[in-house]
């Protein structure tokens, strides 16, 4: 299949695991921070986003987790999206509620929201199988599909389903501008 490159891209983000794996990253090179706007940048490489986008699982009560706030608030300071989906029980452990959030359905019917003649590029912040059946379906629909994950915690039929795939620990590694302090 051929793919159109008009420049237009959707950049969607599923916030817990994407903050957990810049988290991980960020420990992996001494503590300095990873510049999450600039990872944008860097990867939609000089297109401008028709959307950008972020789930993040909060409590069922609307608080968001420790120190998230701020976080969220400064990136929608710069333009992105930021949409708290509440936790859901799932179920009990040792009487207790266990909570989930569902932030990848949301993601990707977020996405389907938008007519596919409005872009021609996603790239999925995203690295877990929720999202692989998923990207297959964008790319038969002629969408072209980038993920940006970091490997260890990459599904292997998603990387087999998107059309290119950023390795964030190597991008990092790559590229020192994208780390902060």
Avoid at 66 to 91: C, E, N, S
């Amino acid at each position: 299949m051929t793919y159109s490159d008009s420049g237009r891209v959707i950049v969607a983000i599923d916030g817990d695991n994407t903050l957990a794996t810049l988290q991980k990253l960020s420990e992996d090179i001494g503590g300095k921070k990873i510049d999450l706007v600039e990872l944008i940048k860097f990867v939609v490489n000089g297109s401008k986003p028709v959307d950008i986008f972020m789930y993040i699982s909060v409590e069922d009560d609307g608080s968001w987790p420790t120190g998230l706030h701020g976080f969220a608030y400064a990136l929608k300071q710069q333009g992105i999206r930021i949409i708290p989906v509440p936790k859901i029980i799932v179920g009990t452990n040792e009487g207790r509620p266990v909570r989930k959030g569902y932030e990848d359905l949301e993601v990707m019917l977020e996405i389907l929201e938008y007519n596919e003649t409005q872009y021609d590029r996603l790239v999925l912040f995203a690295g877990d199988s929720d999202f692989a059946r998923f990207a297959g379906i964008m790319r038969k629909r002629g969408i072209r599909v980038e993920v940006a994950t970091q490997n260890a915690n990459t599904n292997d039929w998603l990387l087999k389903e998107c059309n290119l795939y950023y390795n964030l620990r190597e991008l990092i590694k790559e590229h020192p501008e994208l780390i902060r302090g």
